[in-house]
Each structure stands twice: as structure tokens, then as C-alpha cells.
């Protein structure tokens, strides 16, 4: 998979699109949200195999299982293994694009089921994530005597890579 030449345009259209769409399981939660810029971006459905799969917490969970045998961090090294995506080593080398597995304390993420993580993008400085009532920002680099709100990273290769 690659990144179409024009996808920070694309990127930028798609975040526009859906800042205030509230969360919702099986159409815009943090793995629909992800897998959505990333089609957006590359013309590539990454969740292929869960689109239609799950319409609530338990469904999910079970869908997430069934393809990896865990739950967000298997999934999506599974993910990123079948689409030859780069394993970003280090929250500083995070770029605008990249797909993010995070830890946020936001009290308005929606999806605080017990998941290990929740999918977002990485927007540079920020990188956003699902929330109840629309995409929230967060922090991309930790702030000294905090929680990384970044668990882990991978990037998309560019057309031109």
C-alpha cells in the first residue's frame, strides 16, 4: 500500500469531513476513523475484513480477536504486516499521516472499554482520536512527567518511496 502523491490534501479533506461526527461503533469509532483516512489517503480499505463485523463493544472485541487473537496492538501489527507498513521505533519520529495506536486521558474518548489503546492519526503535533462527540486532539509528543499519550506508530510508504 502507498499513499497517493496528493495525500495530505486528501488527509486534510477527510479530517474536515468528519470533525464533529460522533462516535459510533462500527461506522466512525477509532478503527473505522483510522481505516477511513487511510482509504482517504491511499485508496485502500485497511479494515476490510471488519467492515460490517461489529455494531457494539462485545461485537468488536470479538471481531478484533477473531482476526488477531487480541485486541488493538495485535490487530494492527497484523494489519500492518499484510499492508507493508513501517513500525515508526519512536514517538518522535511520528509524521503527519502516520496511524497511531494511543493511550489518551481524555475523559471524552467514547471507547474506554477495557481495549488496550485506541486507533487515531497523527496530525503532527496533535494527533486525533474518536470522541464522543466529534475528533479531539492530543498531544503527539509527551510532555515531561506525564503518560505517553502515543503508545506506538506506523507509517504508510508515499507514492514516491
Avoid at 499513499?3 to 477527510?14: D, P, Q
Avoid at 494527533?127 to 486532539?137: E, I
Wanted: charged share 20%; glycine share 10%.
Amino acid at each position: 500500500m502507498q499513499k497517493k502523491e496528493n495525500w495530505h490534501i486528501l488527509m486534510a479533506e477527510y479530517l474536515q469531513s468528519v470533525r464533529h461526527n460522533p462516535f459510533a461503533w462500527g461506522s466512525f469509532d477509532c478503527c473505522m476513523f483510522a481505516a477511513d483516512c487511510i482509504k482517504a489517503m491511499s485508496g485502500v480499505d485497511p479494515a476490510a475484513p471488519f467492515r460490517d463485523a461489529y455494531t457494539d463493544a462485545a461485537t468488536a472485541i470479538t471481531a478484533l480477536r477473531a482476526y488477531a487473537g487480541g485486541l488493538l496492538i495485535p490487530t494492527m501489527e497484523k494489519v500492518a504486516a499484510n499492508q507493508d507498513w513501517q513500525k515508526v521505533e519512536t514517538v518522535l519520529r511520528l509524521q503527519r499521516g502516520d496511524v497511531v495506536i494511543g493511550n489518551p486521558d481524555v475523559e471524552a474518548l467514547a471507547n474506554d472499554v477495557g481495549l488496550d489503546g485506541t486507533l487515531g492519526i497523527c496530525a503532527g503535533t496533535i494527533s486525533l482520536f474518536v470522541g464522543a462527540k466529534g475528533l479531539l486532539g492530543v498531544s503527539t509528543i509527551e510532555t515531561p512527567g506525564t503518560d505517553a499519550n502515543i503508545l506506538m506508530g506506523w507509517r504508510i510508504k508515499n507514492g514516491r518511496d
